[in-house]
């Protein structure tokens, strides 16, 4: 085994004293679910991203849940999604009884190819369901293009692009303004800025924002503060079937504190970015991430491409002998049990692949970014030191897989 002189994680958030003071303030107001810190919060964020409302709910998972209700998705409707994601986002639409139809990603930006929407599109289909994979912001003006041809909603799965731009006739906007009709975002540990866990929707729709505020809190007809400060005895009634998707306000408070950081964040996270870029382009074989002149990534993750002839596993195990932590390519739900028994479809219609379990001929580029995709350390802490050394280690995991 090499020498273990670093001890590297693939990501880690960026928290100190700042957060612990925040999060004191609900602890010690004694407010410490849907309040005034929860209230500032979607304030905050939709000023940030220039949305008109912003709903916080416990996560990004239900946030998705959310907005498939919103745009009306029944049991058996379709939604046009991508199986290249975290599983959350099929998953979100299997809590519709809908069915998820995939369609494949392109190749280095891994966000849904927008020259494959048109032709999976049916009398059911409900919606597209797109992914800001990674950070790196979709083909947000075709994706558009077909779905108002078709009268199509369209919902931004944002889970780790807060922060991302995109050029929009002319001006740089922020994901979340929102482009489509909802964005859904994540405050996990995982993505760029984190209260623990935690999500946000941003819509321009009035009536829906007002729906994610009952949704959320079981439909529940008197907010509790209103009903706090009223001088008068109220009683709340429930009008219809609602969830406990509340987001606490220490989490609040917290993500707060986070928005404040997230101009420093981004910025460094470009500048790690761009370290790689330049350290990374002399390793024969190896495919770096592209970054559309219209798009700039917040780096949520940064996804190399490894050569041919490099076994992912054994580079992966190289470097952590290392003492560098990577990921594979980000995951395909339809390769997981979980979707190989139940109902998804691809190109070929609901129901007509014949491919064989675990391979689909129609998601071709989405399972080779999962089997040759590797993950590098990325986060705002992380050293020039580190960075170099994570370069020179991945250089020497592919010119040994290379030999051998
Ligand atoms: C992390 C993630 C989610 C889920 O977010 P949670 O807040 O953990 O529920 C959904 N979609 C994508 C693309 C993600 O990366």
């Not at 639409?93 to 069915?99: D, E, G, H, K, N």
């Not at 369209?154 to 929009?168: F, K």
């Not at 952590?320 to 190109?347: F, K, N």
Request: aromatic content about 8%; proline content about 7%.
């Amino acid at each position: 085994m090499a020498e273990q002189s670093f001890n590297i994680p693939v990501a880690k958030p960026w928290m100190d004293d700042r957060e612990v003071a925040a999060a004191s303030r609900p602890i010690l107001s004694g407010w410490v679910t849907q309040g005034p810190e929860v209230a500032a919060f979607e304030r905050e964020f939709a000023e940030l991203v220039g949305a008109p409302h912003a709903c916080a709910v416990a996560n990004c998972t239900v946030a998705l849940h959310l907005a498939l209700l919103a745009v009306g998705t029944r049991p058996g409707d379709e939604i046009i999604t991508v199986s290249h994601s975290f599983i959350a986002t099929a998953n979100s639409v299997r809590y519709c009884q809908a069915t998820p139809v995939f369609v494949d990603i392109q190749p280095y930006t891994y966000n849904m190819d927008p020259l494959r929407i048109e032709r999976v599109i049916t009398p059911k289909t409900r919606a597209i369901l797109c992914v800001h994979q990674m950070g790196m912001p979709c083909d947000m003006a075709s994706i558009l293009e077909v779905a108002r041809r078709h009268s199509l909603p369209v919902i931004e799965d944002a889970a780790c692009a807060t922060g991302s731009e995109l050029r929009w006739q002319g001006a740089w906007e922020k994901i979340g303004k929102p482009h489509g009709d909802i964005a859904c975002f994540s405050f996990h540990p995982r993505k760029v800025v984190t209260t623990g866990d935690g999500g946000m929707l941003t819509t321009a729709h009035p009536e829906w924002d007002k729906q994610f505020r009952m949704w959320r809190q079981h439909t529940m007809s008197v907010p509790d503060t209103v009903r706090h400060g009223a001088r008068e005895v109220i009683f709340e009634s429930y009008p219809a079937l609602g969830y406990n998707y509340r987001m606490t306000d220490i989490q609040a408070a917290v993500g707060r504190e986070q928005l404040k950081r997230l101009p420093e964040i981004i910025a460094r996270r470009r500048e790690v970015a761009q370290r790689y870029r330049e350290g990374l382009a002399t390793i024969p074989g190896l495919s770096l991430p592209h970054e559309p002149e219209w798009a700039r990534s917040n780096w949520q993750s940064f996804c190399v491409r490894l050569p041919d002839q490099c076994d992912q596993r054994q580079v992966m195990q190289d470097m952590l002998d290392a003492g560098v932590a990577t990921r594979r390519g980000i995951m395909c739900a339809h390769r997981e049990p979980a979707y190989q028994q139940e109902p998804w479809s691809c190109g070929k219609g609901p129901g007509n692949c014949n491919c064989p379990s675990g391979t689909c001929a129609e998601l071709a580029e989405s399972e080779q970014a999962q089997d040759k995709g590797l993950l590098l350390p990325l986060y705002t802490q992380i050293t020039t030191e580190e960075q170099d050394y994570v370069i020179a280690r991945l250089a020497q995991a592919c010119a040994r897989a290379g030999a051998s």
